[in-house]
């Protein structure tokens, strides 16, 4: 069985690491923060005291990190320390030019896939996520399903571009739900009632979202998914800048930063 490094346990990270924990693949995990790691070693994985460390030895390196700047600095140690014929797996939401600039610095042998998710926590902690891989995915094909469904997306890069246009989406089907409810308040209308019908919409999904519990999509780390989307594409989409600065402004409470994006639509009906 492949030896698994695991590289990033926040909300996303850890749940999706748990699912590995049992599969007989020898697991070692890191994190910034090491105390988040204390539970996976209990349950039998090796704690890395960085990610060189991790790495070395590894036949498999996942990334499941903040944004580009996090997996910038892990790369600078993790680089080096790869071996021939290892895969790294990247999963964070970083946008496909970060992705081949990852892929220009790998030396010879190593096969790089991008392989972010479309889900939230509770998809994670069930194993039901989409995994949306771009690149040689085959070598790797059987340590994602332990994730959910994997689905391939062409060449390298293509998983991190598709992530951003099911994110945007995401997003901006939230905010909007988040102003209909503004509008629903200006205008004295019931609470259950406006949410009924927006559910019984188009909408259905985002209206879930919305008001979803128990889940957790850091509003900060929604600011930046907006930012990168909105900056991938050749043309204007302002539509997903005016998303990105409703949730740059929830973001801006301390309270919120953090929280799932559910405060934030709290935020929005509020403060509008």
């Known amino acids: 069985m492949e030896k698994i490094s695991f590289l990033g346990l926040g909300h996303m990270g850890a749940a999706m690491a748990r699912q590995l924990l049992g599969t007989g693949h020898p697991l070692t995990v890191w994190n910034r923060t090491a105390e988040k790691a204390e539970p996976f070693v209990a349950q039998g ?18 990334t499941m990190l903040a944004d580009p700047a996090a997996l910038d600095a892990v790369a600078d140690t993790v680089v080096p320390e790869l071996r021939p014929g290892a895969y790294w797996v990247e999963m964070s939401t970083v946008g496909p030019d970060v992705v081949k600039a990852l892929a220009a610095r790998l030396g010879e042998g190593v096969t790089l896939v991008d392989a ?13 996520l989409n995994v949306l891989a771009g690149g040689d995915v085959a070598g790797v094909e059987h340590v994602l399903a332990h994730f959910g469904t994997v689905t391939r997306t062409g060449p390298l890069g293509s998983g991190a571009a598709l992530k951003l246009v099911v994110n945007a989406a995401v997003l901006g089907g939230v905010a909007l739900v988040a102003e209909a409810m503004v509008l629903a308040d200006a205008l004295g209308i019931d609470e259950d009632a406006a949410r009924t019908a927006l559910a019984n919409g188009p909408l259905r999904g985002a209206v879930g979202r919305a008001f979803a519990e128990d ?7 929604a600011v930046k998914d907006a930012d990168l989307a909105a900056k991938s594409a050749s043309a204007a989409l302002p539509v997903m800048e005016a998303v990105s600065e409703q949730f740059r402004r929830a973001a801006a409470d301390p309270d919120i930063a953090h929280a799932d994006i559910a405060r934030a639509v ?6 509008s």
């Open 116 to 128: 972010p998710v479309a889900g939230s926590t509770d998809k994670a902690a069930a194993g039901q």
């Open 266 to 271: 709290t935020h929005i009906r509020h403060s």
């Open 45 to 62: 994985a090796t704690l890395a005291a960085s990610p060189a460390e991790a790495a070395r030895d590894a036949d498999v390196v996942i």
């Open 215 to 221: 889940v957790h999509f850091d509003t900060s780390l």
